[in-house]
């Protein structure tokens, strides 16, 4: 099998594509991303990387929208030529705007088309191109109502071998300490690193550790100087970290509840206000109600308020056993597998 994957910009559009490839030791992979995103330093150790020059439509019409439309067209035919030159048999994309032009380029080559959408409110990519895909796969199930011109399977979202099995960790954080984890997706989150400093300060005190992954846009990244707390840029290693972690504060990106959910790991979620409709929120509200997770919208958070919220926590361990419990129950670990079968399918 030559399969293209279309996966592109962040890890929670990377990282579930690439668990499936895991699960496809005997097909030929070749990788469709933008020249200046993530995967530029994740792809190319693992497969052949393929580089188009696309980016998203704007919500108004400006100048600037007819350049992205020029790009676009050009995207399509760069797509049609690597799918010519490697005999691509099957196009997989886990969405973003990376996959409108693999779509539209496999369909003229007469090639199925997998897409994966990983959030509980499809973006507006999914919404629109899905009628021209084969199958659409759901990371929640709920996500059909959606897309009712389609044909949907649910198969919950991929996660990488590594999380399936325990996981050495390599910090220096004693074995029975409580461990707060804090992480603002692949790229960070400077809004949720200031709310943790102004109240890491109190958990430091009661002796948790904390390990807060900054991302490397954070200009106050030196501002907190302390033994138990350990702050990087990215950690590699986010499965054994969540493995031992006691409670995460994080956004609500889908890749990163698939982790929590894996991990059975208790959080308090705070959804990026900015992300496109919202999504995060929608995916924040299945582990709320779940039980598995706090949600708190950035708007109403103060360093105070977070601070009291995890002592809170911190005070109830039956609670805490509770939303492990809970979060386990929405995990589904052989997704990946699921997926790569349903590739398989098609052909």
Same mark, same amino acid.
């Given at each position: 099998?030559?399969? *293209?994957?279309?996966?592109?910009?962040?890890?929670?559009?990377? %990282?579930?594509?690439?668990?499936? +490839?895991?699960? !496809?030791?005997?097909?030929?992979?070749?990788? *469709?991303?933008?020249?200046?995103?993530?995967?530029?330093?994740?792809?190319?150790?693992?497969?052949?990387?393929?580089?188009?020059? $696309?980016?998203?439509?704007?919500?108004?019409?400006?100048?600037?929208? /007819?350049?992205?439309v020029q790009r676009f067209v050009?995207?399509?035919?760069?797509?049609?030529?690597?799918?010519?030159?490697?005999?691509?048999?099957? $196009?997989?994309?886990?969405g973003g705007y990376i996959a409108?032009?693999?779509?539209?380029?496999?369909?003229?080559?007469?090639?199925? $088309?997998? !897409?994966?959408?990983?959030?509980?409110?499809?973006?507006?990519?999914?919404?629109?191109?899905?009628?021209?895909?084969?199958?659409?796969?759901?990371?929640?199930?709920?996500?059909?109502?959606? /897309?009712?011109?389609?044909?949907?399977?649910?198969?919950?979202?991929?996660?990488?071998?590594?999380?399936?099995?325990?996981?050495?960790?390599? =910090?220096?954080?004693?074995?029975?300490?409580? /461990?707060?984890?804090?992480?603002?997706?692949?790229?960070?989150?400077?809004?949720?690193?200031?709310?943790?400093r102004g109240a890491a300060p109190?958990? /430091?005190?009661?002796?948790? %550790?904390?390990?807060? !992954?900054?991302?490397?846009?954070?200009?106050?990244?030196?501002?907190?100087?302390?033994?138990?707390?350990?702050?990087?840029?990215?950690?590699?290693?986010?499965?054994? =970290?969540?493995?031992?972690?006691?409670?995460?504060?994080?956004?609500?990106?889908?890749?990163?509840?698939?982790?929590?959910?894996?991990?059975?790991?208790?959080?308090?979620?705070?959804?990026?206000?900015?992300?496109?409709?919202?999504?995060?929120?929608?995916?924040?509200?299945? %582990?709320?109600?779940?039980?598995?997770?706090?949600?708190?919208?950035?708007?109403?958070?103060?360093?105070?308020?977070?601070?009291? !919220?995890?002592?809170?926590?911190?005070?109830?361990?039956?609670?805490?056993?509770?939303?492990?419990?809970?979060?386990?129950?929405?995990?589904?670990?052989?997704?990946? +597998?699921?997926?790569?079968?349903? *590739?398989?399918?098609?052909?």
């Amino acid at each position: 099998m030559r399969l *293209l994957i279309a996966a592109s910009g962040t890890g929670g559009h990377i %990282f579930p594509a690439l668990a499936v +490839a895991e699960q !496809l030791p005997d097909a030929e992979i070749h990788w *469709l991303g933008v020249s200046d995103r993530l995967e530029t330093s994740v792809i190319p150790s693992r497969y052949p990387l393929h580089t188009i020059s $696309v980016e998203g439509f704007q919500d108004k019409f400006s100048l600037k929208t /007819l350049w992205i439309v020029q790009r676009f067209v050009v995207a399509i035919n760069q797509v049609k030529k690597i799918l010519k030159q490697q005999q691509i048999d099957l $196009v997989f994309t886990t969405g973003g705007y990376i996959a409108a032009p693999a779509i539209l380029a496999a369909r003229w080559a007469n090639i199925p $088309v997998i !897409l994966h959408e990983s959030n509980y409110l499809p973006g507006k990519v999914t919404r629109f191109f899905s009628p021209w895909c084969d199958t659409v796969a759901l990371g929640f199930a709920e996500t059909s109502q959606y /897309l009712p011109s389609c044909q949907t399977v649910w198969v919950g979202n991929p996660i990488r071998q590594q999380f399936l099995h325990p996981q050495p960790l390599d =910090l220096p954080i004693p074995p029975d300490v409580p /461990l707060i984890v804090v992480m603002g997706g692949s790229q960070g989150a400077v809004a949720i690193n200031q709310l943790v400093r102004g109240a890491a300060p109190s958990w /430091l005190e009661m002796g948790a %550790f904390i390990v807060h !992954l900054t991302g490397n846009r954070d200009s106050d990244w030196q501002s907190l100087q302390h033994p138990q707390y350990l702050q990087l840029p990215f950690y590699e290693q986010i499965a054994a =970290l969540l493995q031992r972690a006691n409670l995460a504060i994080s956004r609500a990106g889908s890749g990163s509840l698939t982790e929590l959910a894996i991990t059975a790991t208790p959080s308090i979620l705070i959804p990026y206000p900015y992300a496109a409709e919202d999504h995060q929120t929608y995916n924040a509200r299945v %582990f709320a109600t779940k039980g598995a997770a706090i949600l708190v919208p950035q708007a109403e958070l103060t360093p105070p308020i977070l601070e009291q !919220l995890v002592i809170d926590l911190w005070r109830s361990p039956q609670k805490l056993a509770q939303m492990s419990t809970q979060a386990a129950s929405l995990a589904i670990p052989d997704s990946a +597998a699921k997926l790569a079968r349903l *590739l398989i399918s098609y052909l």
